[in-house]
Every structure is written in C-alpha cells, then in structure tokens.
C-alpha cells in the first residue's frame, strides 16, 4: 500500500520519490500543429481547443531555450532549488516532423541546464512505429512520460469532440508505449455534452484496467472562438458546480488505482478566453475543497477501488 501525504498519489508526491526534490513542468511550443488543424483531417481543431491548441501559457514566439530561460526566471520565484520536466504541451509534439527535427527539438530541451525529464502530449493516433522507437531510446536516458488525450471512451462523444480517434486507437497507443517501457498520462474530461456520470465512470474503469501511468482529470472548459461556446450558449449542455464537480473528483480518487499518479484535478482555463465555468479560476480553492472533502469523508485514493460505485 502507498503512503498518500495528500490522501491521493499526487504528481509532486511521485516526482519527489524520483528526483528528491521539487519538479515543475515547463510548458513549451515546439512549433507543432495537429491533423484536425491543418486540413489533413480537419481543418477547425477539436471542438473544446482553442487557437493555441492547448497551448496558452506557452511563449510560441520564442526558441526553446528562450521559453526554457523565461519559464525558469517566473517559475524560480517561487522555487528556487527547484529542477524541470520540459514539458511539449501546444499541438500535437509527434506530428508532422522528420525524426531529425523531433530528436533535435527534444534533445535541445533535455539538455538546458536544470531539465531533469521530458514530457510529450500529443494523439494516439500519431506515434507512428520509427517515432516511438526514438521515444525508447530518450526514454532509456531520461525520464520521460507521454500525454495522451482520451478524454473518453464513448465513441458518440469522441465524434462529437471532433477527436478523429476513438478509445480503440488509444487502448493500441498505450499498448505500443508500455511494450516500450515508456509512461503514459491520460487525459479526461469530466461532464462532456451528453454524458452522465454513468458515462464518465465507465472511462475511469477503463483506465483502472490498462497500463497507464497517470491521470489528468479536469472540468470541461468552455473557451471563447470555439465551437463548444456556441452550443453553450445554445443551452445544450449545462456544467458541473463547483460542489458538485469536488464530490464527483473525491468519488473518483477513491476507486482509482492506487498506483496511478494523478497529475491534475483541476484545470488551468486561461483567464482572458473563458467562458465558462468561472469557479475554475480559483484553482487554489478547488484544490482545498477537495482535500477537505477528502478528509470529512476519511478516505484516499484506491479505498474503494474494485467496489461499486
């Protein structure tokens, strides 16, 4: 059994046991786009994405040693002994480059002073065979862990998200990276337009099955020039309370798997371009009311795990 100092397995726990001090991620734009962005599938992006593809606390303009040098400078405020994780967030940071410049892009990363690892987000469907095998080799180097986007396992949803892939192509990504040795984080959304919380459990369950490493949890955000506002705005879905959502993520942590390391609980909606919902601002609140929530109900993470819901 894993000792939880926050009654879950949290990123900083785990990042601690592997380097014995503080890790921050650094978000980087690595000049990437994506196949439903640059007509290859589509050419409007999924429908919750905004313009940066995800990307909105990264400084795109700038090399990647520059955006490294001013991540650090804000982020050594704060921590000041702290090392890095760079961290490709915008797009989709396996497609559409020769292995050459992937390798380049990584490596340039990988070797500023004070990285320590690498993480790369990116679709299911892009990890061709050649791309993971360079993967392997960076992986036998550094730590390095892999994001992919599932989101869900309904393929109704994954059609209307405009994902272009479906669970089937993401059970074959993790598959591939797992034969690899490498890590894998999975990505989901809670209360998509037309899931219930029957729906969103049955994704967790998924998850608590397969060789995943971590696990991101977040809201739904709705962003503005995206095509989610308008059917928001259109009133056809509506979206979680603050409370609600809290004891719906306690519910979760408690049959998650023990070992999954949970990256994120709650998301980071760029200020100037959300809609909805506002309460997400305030992560530092959203946070608190989950671990006090956690402790009122005397549980942790993997408690219930195998249990009914």
């Known amino acids: 059994m894993i000792y939880f100092p926050k009654k879950y397995y949290s990123f900083n726990q785990s990042?601690?046991?592997?380097?014995?001090?503080?890790?921050?991620?650094l978000s980087l734009d690595g000049g990437f786009t994506c196949p439903n962005r640059d007509g290859t599938l589509d050419n409007r992006g999924c429908i919750f994405c905004s313009a940066k593809g995800s990307g909105d606390f990264t400084f795109s303009t700038l090399s990647i040693n520059k955006q490294l040098e001013k991540q650090i400078e804000l982020t050594s405020k704060k921590w000041s002994d702290a090392k890095y994780i760079a961290y490709f967030q915008n797009y989709t940071n396996t497609y559409k480059k020769s292995l050459t410049e992937l390798k380049n892009l990584y490596?340039?990363?990988l070797n500023y002073k004070y990285v320590v690892g690498l993480a790369i987000g990116t679709r299911p469907d892009c990890l061709a065979d050649e791309v993971l095998d360079l993967l392997a080799e960076i992986n036998k180097k550094t730590f390095l862990f892999?994001?992919?986007?599932?989101?869900?396992?309904?393929?109704?949803?994954?059609?209307?998200?405009?994902?272009?892939?479906?669970?089937?192509d993401?059970?074959?990504?993790?598959?591939?990276?797992?034969?690899?040795?490498?890590?894998?984080?999975?990505?989901?959304?809670?209360?998509?337009?037309?899931?219930?919380?029957?729906?969103?459990?049955?994704?967790?369950?998924?998850?608590n099955s397969l060789p995943v490493w971590g696990i991101k949890l977040q809201m739904l955000n709705v962003l503005s020039g995206t095509d989610l506002e308008k059917d928001y705005a259109?009133?056809?879905?509506?979206?979680?309370?603050?409370?609600?959502?809290?004891?719906?993520?306690?519910?979760?942590?408690?049959h998650l798997r023990e070992d999954i390391v949970i990256h994120r609980l709650t998301g980071d909606g760029a200020?100037?371009?959300?809609?909805?919902?506002?309460?997400?601002?305030?992560?530092?609140?959203?946070?608190?009311?989950?671990?006090?929530?956690?402790?009122?109900?005397n549980t942790f993470q993997g408690k219930l795990f195998g249990q009914a819901w």
Request: proline letters at 2%; hydrophobic letters at 40%.
């Open 15 to 25: 990042m601690r046991e592997n380097f014995d001090t503080k890790i921050v991620k």
């Open 107 to 109: 490596e340039t990363a």
């Open 146 to 168: 892999v994001e992919l986007g599932l989101q869900t396992i309904h393929k109704k949803s994954s059609k209307y998200l405009r994902l272009y892939y479906d669970v089937d």
């Open 170 to 207: 993401f059970n074959k990504a993790v598959a591939k990276l797992n034969l690899r040795g490498i890590k894998c984080v999975a990505h989901t959304i809670l209360r998509l337009p037309n899931e219930n919380r029957q729906m969103i459990i049955e994704t967790v369950e998924h998850l």
């Open 234 to 254: 259109d009133g056809k879905f509506t979206l979680y309370s603050k409370e609600d959502y809290v004891s719906f993520i306690c519910d979760i942590i408690e």
């Open 271 to 297: 200020k100037d371009i959300l809609i909805a919902p506002k309460w997400i601002l305030n992560k530092r609140n959203v946070l608190n009311s989950i671990d006090k929530e956690l402790t009122k109900r």
